[in-house]
């Protein structure tokens, strides 16, 4: 009797949390390779059809699969000394003789979770998204 109350619950409550856990997991691994590809291939970090290869690849070697990646580059100027000033742009060569520009590519992922078991109020598939940024140049 207690088995079937509380042990079954317990245990199936779990299988979601390990699939929850292992997704997200799986999502910050693929953004970091993302990462990896934009910092050793800084002029193409933001190319559509070299982003949706990486994806590709990603995707080959995944359970749960990345949906929507979405990419933006942004540009910065920083002006050296004791705390930088940080002027953002749209488009690169807008920076001053004093000032050393720093390209910074963003990226976002998701991804759609099937939840094994599923409880009252908690919906299935579940989205799952990761997003940062990081310097390329």
Known sequence: MISTFFLVPLLLGASDFVVIISARAQLNTALQALYYFAWTNPTSAADSTQLAQVIAAINAQSIYQITNPTVSVTYVCATPGSTPSYTTYTSPGNCGQSEVQQTLTSYKISTNV????????IASPMQYSANGT????
Request: charged share 0%.
């Open 134 to 137: 990081i310097q390329t140049q």
């Open 114 to 121: 099937s939840l094994p078991v599923t409880f009252l109020g």
